[in-house]
């Protein structure tokens, strides 16, 4: 997927039993954390970090639509041993952009079939931020998908 942005990083530490929160070998607690940061920074209204069964969800708003970066790491599943976690610098980081209307906001569903609510541009806006963050950390390396 062309929004997905795949790195190499050590700036971000697993702990062991963080994937209690999401699934065995889900990982990027840190990395969401980071990015709560600095989306805060960039002016969005970042809630508190969301652990999902896939990885971590960075809830940047829920106003007519949820606009949110999903985040984590991908390791190596058959070796995946809940007492060792991987090194943050042993795994390829992911991050992705997304955005959404979801089936209880009626009056953002409608705008949205009736061509009145642009969810393109808040997307788009969104994955150029991201995309920069990622590029400008000094501690990131930007890789192709494993």
Known sequence: ?????????????????EDEETNPGCYGK????????????LGYDVEELIPEDWGWCVMCSRDEYLLWI??????????????????GRDVTWL????????????????KKWTGGLDL?????????????????ETEIELCDEP
Request: hydrophobic share 30%.
């Open 1 to 17: 997927m062309e929004d997905n942005f795949y790195f190499k990083s050590g700036k971000f530490r697993i702990h062991k039993n």
């Open 30 to 41: 840190e990395l969401g954390l980071w990015l709560c940061e600095e989306f805060t920074k």
């Open 70 to 87: 999903g985040c984590g790491a991908m390791s190596d599943h058959e070796n995946y041993n809940p007492d060792n976690p991987p090194e």
């Open 95 to 110: 991050a992705f952009p997304h955005i959404e209307v979801p089936f209880f906001k009626f009056k953002s569903l409608f």
């Open 120 to 136: 393109d541009q808040p997307l788009k806006k969104l994955k150029e931020e991201l995309q920069s963050l990622l590029e400008n």
